[in-house]
């Protein structure tokens, strides 16, 4: 597509819950990026994924956040269990060869957790 | 370990005023060093990469190897500059990192 897609744009949860968050980069980008965004907190770097390799998954807060990426394009976040701190802008990006060059972001996915 | 730092959470000025957003960041390798903008409403959008050496909008950054820092500087900002402004570093063998994020407030 045109540009990084994610959907849905809003979701609200009950606590406890579980949701998926979808993001569907620029076609051929082959770095995927999560990012979370709340107050006070700037962009929290969650999961990064290159082409094949293993993604780094370094800055998942917990278990209950996973995140794939199928045949190298879309990518789901999943998060179990929400908890209430979990309300957040939910950002993607990617990036045609990873780094910083070509670097495009979705609108994001505003999560409420009720 | 990487990190890119904005001390400043909120940055007020008047109209016309100049004004300088910080970053400094920590990285023993050859940096690249972006600065990306987030108006009211909209996505996150690229502003100026160093290595361009480019003026934005008005806005310009320099790369200060010694100083460890790329602030971002406009001479006279105006209202519509009134935005959310991150500093981000890429490098060797890690994921593209952003600081916490400066709001810049242009006040008429």
């Known amino acids: 597509g045109a540009g990084v897609s994610q959907s849905p744009s809003n979701k609200v949860t009950e606590k406890g819950k579980d949701v998926e968050l979808r993001c569907d980069p620029i076609?051929?980008?082959?770095?995927l990026y999560w990012y979370r965004q709340s107050l006070g907190q700037g962009l929290e770097f969650l999961i990064y994924?290159?082409?094949?390799?293993?993604?780094?998954k370094s800055g998942l807060p917990s278990d209950r956040f996973s995140a794939e990426r199928t045949g190298g394009s879309v990518s789901t976040l999943t998060i179990q269990r929400t908890q209430q701190e979990d309300s957040a802008v939910y950002l993607c990006?990617?990036?045609?060869?990873?780094?910083?060059?070509?670097?495009?972001f979705g609108s994001g996915t505003r999560l409420t957790v009720v | 370990a990487q990190r890119v730092t904005q001390p400043e959470k909120l940055l007020s000025v008047f109209k016309g005023a100049p004004v300088e957003l910080k970053c400094n960041y920590s990285?023993?390798?050859?940096?690249?060093l972006f600065w990306y903008v987030q108006y009211s409403r909209q996505r996150l959008q690229l502003l100026l990469r160093h290595i361009s050496r480019e003026s934005i909008k008005g806005f310009t950054a320099d790369l200060n190897k010694g100083e460890t820092s790329f602030h971002l500087k406009k001479p006279f900002a105006q209202e519509e500059d009134s935005a959310m402004y991150y500093c981000?570093?890429?490098?060797?063998?890690?994921?593209?990192?952003f600081g916490k994020g400066t709001r810049l407030l242009v006040k008429p």
């Open positions: 990285y023993s390798g050859s940096p690249e």
């Open positions: 981000a570093l890429s490098g060797q063998g890690f994921s593209f990192i």
């Open positions: 076609s051929g980008h082959t770095a």
């Open positions: 994924f290159q082409g094949n390799s293993a993604p780094d």
């Open positions: 990006a990617s990036s045609p060869t990873g780094g910083g060059y070509g670097y495009t």
